[in-house]
């Protein structure tokens, strides 16, 4: 009877916290996701020519995030971690495309529980198995990037149905955030198809031009590589308009004092030796918080955060304890004292996106320590990027000795085993320190520390490889290539039957 009553006192307990907090108190909470966006194209984190005046309101009315860290470069895995608040290897959708399973917690539905209102609008990419844990979703057509399989993959053609601003994904963000009840507290994950490729001339009035660009030391700087990355720039303009609708909507709602907006890219910029790769122009994210009268305007947070963090931001500020299941620490100190530190390191991996790779990365707040586990496969970027002008101009410029030995990394094979990087002297990591006699400790240090996550976090190299399903010169499809692609569990069997 003690116990039965014990029980009842803590239900009354949790009722009259949950009652405490009270729907009013409980922030709203929108996400905003860009796709395939670079930390550092915008202009609050120095970009000079870009047009992204959003963020920049942003950045002005909220607080900008310095060093905020995706778990991958790869754009469905980076999202099954991020909604998971778990490293992607602990997802099992890992590799691009892999589904996220049933039996993965999020903390979509554990906000829904909590009597948050869940909507997801604009890029889906997680598989059908987890689509329940929101109220309602639009969906929009990603066949405009999506290679098929079979025959029609190999023709090279898309099949896309989307036309002018439906292109950006982001053209039902406001649909969601005047569907919500006016009643409830309400999450919403709003997510771009921009600045995705492919790219289309004339998205602008004023679009892009080849002065506007700016090229890291690591491309070669041809006109169609500016034209290329001016046609980049043209989206994520256009993304930053969306990005305005929504400041501007909640503000017309009269919510903005209860409602955080979050923005975050999922990978970094579709072009060589940035999106899928460990370096920071792969996996560091732009990140930008808005939230009136909580968060101090032009605010500036230096503090390492990690994309598990944010979930675990949000549970807390939904009053919703976290599951020990999830790996995220809570960003939420930081919004209100930037330079509280809730991290000494952020992790990252690689796994198959287009072609077969496994690597593994910590990023303290001055290096990177990388851990090449196939560097017998050299770094060929994302198919896509394979294909486009950046690439095949490298590829030419290679076969004619004309290619910088700076700009070289996707060709060179063996690639190191280990990496080591000091991103203050370095920031484009080109200085491989990891034979350098000074730097051993270091190198020692970051090495055993990621040694320690990964036995921690049981992370082991996969029995078999995975095949390519693109050619690593032309970026043209496989055989390997069946659409829908198998879940990890389906290959798992596929491979025990063979
Ligand atoms: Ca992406």
Redesign the pocket.
């Known amino acids: 009877m003690q116990f039965l009553n014990l029980i009842f006192a803590l239900s009354v307990c949790t009722v009259t916290f949950s009652l405490h907090l009270g729907a009013n108190e409980r922030p709203n909470i929108i996400l905003i996701i860009a796709?395939?966006l670079a930390w550092d194209d915008s202009v609050p984190y120095g970009h000079p020519t870009i047009r992204t005046p959003n963020l920049t309101r942003m950045a002005a009315t909220g607080m900008r995030f310095d060093r905020a860290f995706l778990t991958i470069s790869s754009?469905s895995a980076?999202r099954s971690s991020l909604i998971t608040c778990k490293y992607p290897h602990r997802t099992d959708a890992e590799q691009l495309h892999w589904p996220l399973p049933e039996n993965q917690v999020t903390f979509v539905e554990l906000l829904k529980d909590a009597g948050y209102w869940t909507a997801a609008a604009g890029k889906w990419h997680l598989g059908n198995q987890v689509k329940n844990r929101f109220d309602r979703i639009w969906e929009v057509d990603t066949s405009g990037f999506q290679l098929p399989s079979g025959r029609a993959g190999e023709s090279g053609e898309f099949k896309e149905t989307a036309i002018g601003d439906a292109k950006s994904g982001c053209a039902d963000w406001l649909t969601a955030l005047n569907a919500r009840p006016k009643d409830q507290p309400f999450f919403l994950w709003l997510a771009a198809l921009d600045p995705?490729r492919p790219y289309d001339e004339g998205i602008l009035e004023k679009p892009h031009g080849a002065n506007d660009v700016r090229l890291p030391p690591y491309v070669p700087d041809t006109p169609e590589v500016r034209k290329d990355m001016a046609l980049y720039y043209d989206e994520a303009t256009r993304l930053d308009r969306f990005v305005g609708d929504v400041m501007e909507g909640v503000r017309d709602q009269g919510i903005a004092q209860n409602t955080l907006i979050l923005f975050i890219s999922?990978?970094g910029r579709p072009f060589p030796r940035d999106?899928t790769t460990l370096y920071d122009s792969g996996i560091r994210t732009p990140m930008f918080a808005v939230w009136k009268d909580t968060i101090a305007p032009q605010s500036v947070c230096k503090e390492l955060v990690s994309s598990i963090d944010l979930g675990a931001g949000f549970l807390e500020l939904a009053g919703v304890k976290q599951p020990s299941s999830m790996d995220g620490k809570s960003f939420a100190p930081l919004l209100k004292n930037p330079g509280k530190s809730i991290r000494n390191y952020c992790f990252a991996e690689k796994h198959w996106h287009d072609y077969e790779d496994h690597s593994r990365a910590v990023r303290s707040h001055r290096y990177k320590y990388i851990l090449n586990d196939y560097n017998d496969l050299p770094m060929t970027p994302p198919a896509d990027a394979v294909r486009g002008p950046v690439f095949q101009a490298m590829l030419k410029l290679h076969q004619a000795g004309k290619l910088k030995a700076q700009q070289q990394q996707c060709l060179t094979l063996p690639r190191p085993r280990e990496e080591l990087y000091e991103l203050v002297s370095d920031p484009h990591e080109l200085n491989n320190l990891a034979h350098h006699d000074a730097y051993q400790t270091v190198l020692k240090k970051h090495r055993d520390i990621l040694q320690s996550w990964r036995l921690a976090t049981n992370d082991t190299i996969p029995a078999m490889r995975t095949p390519d399903e693109f050619d690593r010169q032309t970026g043209g499809v496989t055989p390997a290539r069946i659409r829908p692609r198998p879940s990890k569990a389906q290959m798992k069997k596929t491979v025990l039957k063979e």
Do not use: A, E, G, R
């Open positions: 796709d395939d754009c980076s995705h999922d990978n999106k």
